[in-house]
C-alpha cells in the first residue's frame, strides 16, 4: 500500500467512527481507491468483486455512465436549493414517477434524506392522522420481532428490543407491541394468531401497524410468506390501524418483484423506500402515503405535517434517482433478478451440509448462510478479501445482495468464497 495511504488509514482507525464498530477496537477497513462496474478497486492495487451493492444500494454497479450523466448535467444548473417554499423539476418528475410505479392508492410523496428518517416521517405521519380524526390515544405501533428500521430514536424504538442491536436504549425509547416474528410457512398460525391478539387487546391506542414486507433485513435476514402479510392487511381494516411498509431494503426489485408488498397482492397506507432509489450514489428516501392519510391529516386541527430535512429533495439525489428508476425500469432487471436467484440456490446449497452452518436461504437477489455461532469480523472480513470478493457479515449471518448487473462468473466466484469460508470454520 503507498505511504500515503498507511498515514490515512492510521488516521482513519485512530480518529473516525465507521458503521456498528468501536473506536477503542476499530474493526480492520480497506481503502478504496475506485470502483468501477461490480468491482471495488483497493488502494494496494487489488480488485474485489462486490457482493452487498454497498449495503443494497448500488444495484447497478458502480460509476456508471447514465447515473454519471444525471449528477453532471444537474450540477450545471444547481447542486441544492432549499424546498421550503421552492421547488424543483428533478424533485416533481422523480414524485411522478414514484406514483407511477407503487400502487394506485400511494398519491403524495415526503422526500427524505435517509431511510431512517424516512420511517420517522411514517410514524409522525400515523399518529397525526389519528389525531386527526379525534383519537389522539392512538399513538402506539405494532410491528413484529427481528425487526430493523434504521438507527435514529423512532426507528429504534420499532426495531427488535431483544436482538436487535439497540438494546442500551431500551429504557428511553418509546414503547411499542412486538408480535412473534413469522417465518415462510404460510400455514404459520401461531405468528398470525399472536399478532391479532395485540391487536384485539390494544387496537385503542394502536395508531399503525410497521413492518418489513416478505423480508427482514439487518434484524437476521429473515424471509416470510406473503399469506402472512395479507393476513395482516385484513387484520389493520378489521381493527382500524395503518399499515405502514418499510421497503427501505427490498424495494426496487431486490426480492423478486418491483415492491415486495405486490408478492401479498395489498397496499400499505403508508410506503418507506430509500437505499437503491438514487442507485447507490446519493443519500435520499421517501415517505410515500395514501389519498386517505394525507387528507386526513390535512383536514384536522393541526394540518401541517412537522418536519423537513435541510436537504429535503436535493435536486442532484433527486435527479440520479430519476435516472436509476428510469435505468431500472427498462432493463430486463426481474430476469436479472431471477437468474440471481436460480445461480445462489444451486451454489449455496452444498453449504447445507457443512458442519458450521445452520440455514440456508435465498429470496431474489438475497443469498443467507446462517451459522451455528457469531462471525469473528476480525478474521472472516480480511478473509474475504484475500478470497477477492466484499463480503460485509454480521451477528451468525454471511449473506449477500449483489448488484443487479453482476455476471455469472463473478457471482460464482463470491458464492465459492462463501463456501470456503463457511468450512473453515471450527
Known amino acids: 500500500m503507498p505511504n500515503d495511504w498507511k498515514s490515512a488509514v492510521e488516521f482513519d482507525q485512530q480518529h473516525i467512527w465507521h458503521p456498528y464498530t468501536s473506536l477503542s477496537h476499530p474493526s480492520p477497513v480497506f481503502p478504496v481507491a475506485s470502483a468501477s462496474g461490480v468491482r471495488l478497486k483497493l488502494a494496494d492495487g487489488r480488485e474485489l468483486i462486490d457482493g452487498m451493492s454497498s449495503w443494497w444500494a448500488a444495484i447497478h454497479g458502480y460509476n456508471h455512465p447514465a447515473l454519471n450523466a444525471a449528477i453532471e448535467d444537474q450540477l450545471k444548473s444547481m447542486s441544492h436549493v432549499m424546498f421550503g417554499g421552492l421547488t424543483h423539476k428533478p424533485a416533481i418528475d422523480l414524485a411522478k414517477k414514484l406514483i407511477d410505479i407503487t400502487h394506485k392508492n400511494l398519491q403524495h410523496v415526503f422526500f427524505a434524506d435517509s431511510g431512517s428518517v424516512a420511517v420517522e416521517v411514517s410514524i409522525k405521519m400515523a399518529i397525526q392522522y389519528w389525531a386527526s380524526k379525534d383519537k389522539p390515544k392512538k399513538q402506539r405501533l405494532l410491528t413484529i ?8 430514536f423512532g426507528a429504534m424504538a420499532v426495531c427488535d428490543p431483544d436482538s436487535g442491536m439497540h438494546h442500551l436504549f431500551k429504557d428511553v425509547l418509546a414503547q411499542h407491541f412486538f408480535a412473534k416474528s413469522p417465518n415462510q410457512d404460510e400455514h404459520d398460525t401461531e405468528a398470525i394468531n399472536d399478532f391479532e ?9 394502536i395508531a399503525a401497524v410497521i413492518l418489513e414486507p416478505i423480508m427482514q433485513g439487518a434484524g437476521g435476514m429473515r424471509f416470510y410468506s406473503s399469506a402472512y402479510l395479507k393476513k395482516v392487511r385484513e387484520l389493520c381494516d378489521k381493527y382500524d390501524v395503518l399499515l405502514i411498509l418499510d421497503e427501505i431494503a427490498t424495494g426496487f426489485g431486490r426480492t423478486g418483484t418491483l415492491f415486495a408488498y405486490e408478492q401479498a397482492s395489498i397496499a400499505p397506507d403508508i410506503l418507506c423506500v430509500g437505499k437503491a432509489l438514487t442507485g447507490g450514489y446519493l443519500s435520499l428516501a421517501a415517505t410515500l402515503c395514501s389519498r386517505k392519510v394525507a387528507d386526513g391529516i390535512g383536514g384536522g386541527e393541526h394540518p401541517t405535517l412537522m418536519h423537513g430535512p435541510t436537504f429535503m429533495a436535493n435536486p442532484m439525489a ?12 427498462n432493463s430486463p432487471w426481474k430476469q436479472h433478478v431471477d437468474n440471481i436467484e436460480v445461480q445462489l440456490k444451486a451454489e449455496l446449497k452444498p453449504c447445507s451440509n457443512i458442519n458450521s452452518v445452520k440455514d440456508v436461504r435465498v429470496k431474489g437477489a438475497v443469498g443467507v448462510i446462517e451459522l451455528h455461532k457469531p462471525i469473528d469480523i476480525r478474521w472472516m472480513q480480511p478473509r474475504f478479501v484475500e478470497l477477492g470478493v466484499w463480503v460485509r457479515p454480521f451477528s451468525n449471518l454471511v449473506y449477500v445482495m ?9 457471482l460464482s466466484q463470491i458464492t465459492s468464497a462463501m463456501r470456503q469460508i463457511a468450512s473453515e470454520i471450527i
Not at 391478539?197 to 391506542?205: A, R
Open 145 to 152: 420481532k427481528n425487526g430493523y428500521h434504521g438507527d435514529t
Open 197 to 205: 391478539q395485540l391487536l384485539v387487546q390494544n387496537h385503542l391506542s
Open 318 to 329: 433527486c435527479a440520479v434517482a430519476n435516472a436509476s428508476l428510469e435505468l431500472l425500469i
Open 402 to 410: 449483489p448488484p443487479y448487473i453482476i455476471e455469472k462468473k463473478d
